[in-house]
C-alpha cells in the first residue's frame, strides 16, 4: 500500500479500536430509552382507556394500572438519579431494556397473551438493540422476549371480551402469531444489525478519507508557509550579503577579520540558494507550481513507483489544445493509490493514458496483471472490499480505492472498472474539464 492507503488504513485501526466499546456500549442515549417508555406507557394507557370507556370491555383495572405505574415509576427515578444526556453501556441497555420486555409480557399476560393483537410490540425491545448495541445483548434480549412469548401461549388470562371469557383462539392460531414474532425478530434484527454494520464500516471508512486529506492539506499549507518564509526572509538576508561584501573588499584576505567576513558571505549566498528552493515549494500563489499538464500529473504520480521492477509507460491523446490542470491534492493522491495497485499486481506492464476533449479530461489506468473479479465489479469501491484475485507479493484493494474513488468523486469526477485491453484491469477516471482546467487553459 502507499502512503495514503497505509496511513488510512492505520487510521481506520486505531478508529476501530477506539469505536470498538462505543458500539458494544455507549451507542444508545439515556434519554432515547426514557423518550421510548414514555411512548409506551402513553400508548398501553390509551389502549386499556379504550378498550375499557368505548368498547366496554372488562380486565384486571388495577392490575394492569400498576404495570404501567412501573414503567413511570422506572422513567421517574432514571431522569432524577442520571444524567439523560449520556449515553448507556451495555449493562444499563440490557437492564432497561429487559425490564421493558417483562413489563410487556406481564401486561400481556394481563390481557390475552398471545391472542392480544399488541404481542407483536415484543419486536421493538429486539430491533432497538439489533441497531445499538453488541451482538451479546441482542442474543440476551432476543431469548428473553421469545421465552416470555411461548410461555403466554399457555399460560395468561383471558383477552378482554364479551361476555367475558368468550372469545378464545385456537392453540394452532397461536402458535403462528409466536412463530410468526419469532421470524420477525430474527429477520428484522439481522436486517438492523447488518444495516447499521455497514454505516459504521462506512463512517470510519470516510474518517480515515478526511483525516488523510487533512493531513494533505496540512503539507500543503506547510509548503505555502515555506514560501512565504522564503520571501520574508528575502530582504534582510540581502542586506547581510552586501554588508558581508563590503566587509570582504575592505579587510585583507589573509587576516582573521578578512576570513570572518568571507565566511559570513559564503554563508548568506548559501542561505540564498535554501531559500530560493524553498519558495518554489508548494506556494500557493504560484502560479507555474500549480499549473500541470495532463502528462506531468500522471508522471508525478507514477514517479514513486518506477523501481517497482515494473515497466511504466505514460501516453497522452487529444486533438485540441493540450489542458492545463490545477494541482489538487485529491487528484493527486487519487491516481498515486490506483497506480500504486496496478503496479502490485501488474505482471510487467503498467500504462497510463491521458485523453482530453473540449468538454472532458479522462485517465486510463491500465495492468497486464489477473484482472478484476467479475463478480465483485458492482461493490467495487466500497470499503473493505477485496477485489481481485490475489497476485503474488501484491495486497487487496479495499479502503484504499474505496478513498481514491471518494476523492475522485469529491472533485467532480467520476471512476469505472474494466478489463484492461492488454489483459488485466482497467481504472477509468473521468472529469468535466472545467472543473480540472485553470482559468488559463487554452480551451
Known sequence: ??????????????TSRRSAPVNTMGSLRR??????RWGAIGGQALALIIVSQVLGYPYPTLACSLVIAASVLVNVITTAAFPLDRRVGDVEAALQLGFDIIQLAVLLWLTGGMTNPFAILFLAPVVTSATTLSRSVLFSLGTLSLVLSFGLLFYSRPLPWLPEGSFALPFTFRLGVWIAILVGSVFTSLYAWRATKESRRMSAALAATEAMLAEERKLSALGGLAAAAAHELGTPLATIQVTAKEMTRELAADTPLGEDAALVLSQALRCRDILEQLSMRGDQEDAIHNALSPEDLLEEAA????????????????????????????????????????????????????????????????????????????????????????????????????????????????????????????ITAIWPRALLATPSDPS
Do not use: C
Not at 1 to 14: E, F, G, K, W
Not at 31 to 36: A, K, Q, S
Open 1 to 14: 500500500m502507499n502512503a495514503l492507503n497505509d496511513a488510512a488504513l492505520r487510521i481506520d485501526v486505531r
Open 31 to 36: 434519554y432515547t430509552l426514557v423518550l421510548l
Open 303 to 426: 514517479e514513486p513507483f518506477i523501481d517497482r521492477d515494473k515497466d511504466i509507460f505514460v501516453r497522452i491523446h487529444g486533438a485540441l489544445p493540450e489542458p492545463e490542470l490545477k494541482r489538487q491534492p485529491e487528484l493527486l493522491y487519487a491516481l498515486k493509490n490506483y497506480i500504486e495497485n496496478a503496479v502490485d499486481f501488474a505482471r510487467a506492464r503498467v500504462e497510463l493514458h491521458a485523453d482530453w476533449t473540449a468538454d472532458n479530461i479522462i485517465f486510463h489506468i491500465d495492468d497486464d496483471g489477473p484482472g478484476i473479479d467479475a463478480n465483485l465489479l458492482e461493490r467495487l469501491g466500497q470499503p473493505y472490499v477485496t477485489t481481485r484475485s490475489r497476485a503474488k507479493n501484491a495486497g487487496g484493494l479495499g479502503l484504499g480505492v474505496f478513498i481514491s474513488a471518494t476523492l475522485i468523486e469529491r472533485t467532480g469526477g467520476e471512476v469505472s472498472y474494466s478489463k484492461s485491453p492488454i489483459g488485466g484491469a482497467r
